[in-house]
């Protein structure tokens, strides 16, 4: 069975970094799609970041591009997010998502089969 569990949330002023991480296990994990997903309350949770496994191409929301990087650790099958000059309005619970079968880069939440249960960032000014 696929688990994702992330880590590494907290709350930081405007400015910090901080970095997430997401083990995932259950599957070969260097062969797949994986994403960062936001939910903000009363928002709809929107992609940060996602990446192909096998060739390491990667996309990113116009919101955080120059400030996040999605990377990944296949040895220790983990997933990172670090996530620079954090802003306010990156508050929000930070979702791994995973899938495991053939797959098309993208971040919508449609495109990914698995979930961890999340880890807040809270930012404030």
């Known amino acids: 069975q696929v688990q994702l569990v992330e880590s590494g949330g907290g709350s930081v002023q405007a400015g910090g970094s901080l970095r997430l991480s997401c083990v995932a296990s259950?599957?070969?994990?260097?062969?797949?799609?994986m994403g960062w997903f936001r939910q903000a309350p009363g928002k709809e949770r929107e992609g940060v970041a996602a990446i192909y496994t096998v060739s390491g191409r990667r996309i990113y929301a116009d919101s955080v591009k120059g400030r996040f990087t999605i990377s990944q650790d296949n040895a220790k099958n983990t997933l990172y997010l670090q996530m620079n000059n954090l802003k306010p309005e990156d508050t929000a619970m930070y979702y791994c998502?995973?899938?495991?079968?053939?797959?098309?880069?993208?971040?919508?939440?449609?495109?990914?089969?698995?979930w961890g249960q999340g880890t807040q960032v809270t930012v404030s000014s």
């Open positions: 998502a995973a899938e495991v079968r053939a797959c098309i880069l993208t971040m919508t939440t449609s495109g990914y089969s698995y």
């Open positions: 259950g599957y070969t994990y260097s062969s797949y799609c």
